[in-house]
């Protein structure tokens, strides 16, 4: 079942919620895909999955219709082209802090003119129907290419990391950005500093016309997001939402 793309749902100016897959399998990936989720984002930097088991999810989101988005680990740049390659229509790199760092990413990620990204697509041409020709005229503009700011260091950059020709969008990691900006001290994004450098992305992004996107800690904070301009939002992540679901069940049964 093809669905919309993710450029398509984005293009639709609403905001778009995403699950988070933390955790490998088919079956799972199935689960969270056929949720009430506009996207599925496959964590490769933290949780358990590798490159088999991403394709397998990957494949697992696009069966259900909706599109996958896929976060590579941190300084693996041979790995966001494998994930294109392999149908994963957006594209996150964390811990990005310059603009010479940002335009490495759209090397790998965009085909010529913008960057010089390898030819090899054959999942994702299948999987979008498209013939390998058209699949090349269309591939740079399918594809969304999110650099993550979550350090200070990235913030001061934000303005030159925005101007790189074939950034679509910032991503913020709300959790390592309010360590960076307390020194350690907090994991907090609502505390003043951290929240002001939420709303200020959110901001830049939508002057310079880019989607800003986050990794909401909970439903509440995702709505929050939202209201200040965040446009790709994902929800907690599954293994959070287990655990919450288990914790509610039990408590419930008990009666505690
Ligand atoms: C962060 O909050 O730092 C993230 O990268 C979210 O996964
Ligand atoms: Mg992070």
């Given at each position: ?19 988070w ?21 496959i964590?490769m ?66 085909y010529p ?31 969304r ?9 990235g ?93 509610d ?5 008990r009666?505690?």
């Amino acid at each position: 079942m093809r669905g919309s793309t993710l450029c398509e749902r984005l293009a639709d100016g609403k905001p778009l919620f995403s699950s988070w897959a933390s955790l490998p399998g088919r079956f799972h990936a199935d689960i969270l895909a056929r949720g009430d989720c506009d996207a599925v984002t496959i964590d490769m930097q933290h949780g358990a999955i590798g490159f088999s088991e991403a394709v397998t999810l990957i494949g697992a989101v696009a069966q259900a219709g909706k599109p996958a988005v896929a976060r590579v680990p941190v300084g693996d740049m041979g790995m966001i082209g494998r994930l294109l390659d392999a149908g994963a229509e957006g594209l996150i790199v964390p811990m990005i802090e310059t603009a010479a760092q940002a335009a490495a990413c759209v090397e790998q990620a965009k085909y010529p003119p913008l960057g010089g990204r390898s030819w090899g697509a054959y999942l994702a041409i299948s999987a979008s129907g498209l013939s390998p020709a058209e699949y090349l005229r269309q591939a740079n503009s399918r594809v969304r290419l999110f650099v993550m700011i979550e350090t200070r260091r990235g913030l001061e950059a934000l303005d030159e990391i925005l101007a790189v020709p074939g950034i679509d969008g910032i991503f913020v990691g709300p959790t390592d950005l309010s360590i960076s900006l307390s020194k350690g001290a907090s994991i907090d994004v609502f505390e003043p500093e951290p929240f002001a450098a939420a709303q200020h992305i959110a901001a830049r992004c939508a002057a310079a016309g880019l989607v800003a996107g986050i990794y909401a800690g909970s439903p509440e904070a995702a709505r929050k997001m939202a209201g200040i301009g965040y446009r790709f939002i994902t929800l907690g992540n599954d293994v959070t939402m287990f655990t919450a679901g288990i914790a509610d069940a039990f408590r419930l049964a008990r009666g505690v």
